[in-house]
């Protein structure tokens, strides 16, 4: 979404600059849970202040539980492997 100018500044560009990271393991997983996510998240949490508090905490158990899913299924989290120049 930003995109780092030539004289160092950063611009938001949606959809321009460098390519997106999401895996095709990711997106799958991702699939799957976002209804769990909206969905079982609202019906165990009914404040809406308090889903808004605890909403960064259900992102982490998201990728927890898919970060493990794919260790099991296959072995090894490919959702979060990246390749490229920035890799060290």
Do not use: C, S
């Amino acid at each position: 979404m930003t995109i780092e100018e030539p004289d160092g500044t950063v611009v938001v560009k949606p959809f321009a600059g460098r390519p997106g990271h999401t895996t095709v393991h990711q997106y799958i997983m991702n699939v799957f849970y976002i209804p769990i996510l909206i969905h079982g998240y609202h019906a165990l949490i009914t404040p809406t202040w308090l889903r808004i508090l605890l909403f960064p905490i259900n992102i982490w158990i998201l990728e927890i539980i898919q970060g493990y899913t794919l260790i099991y299924l296959i072995g090894y989290n490919a959702a979060w492997t990246y390749k490229g120049k920035w890799k060290e």
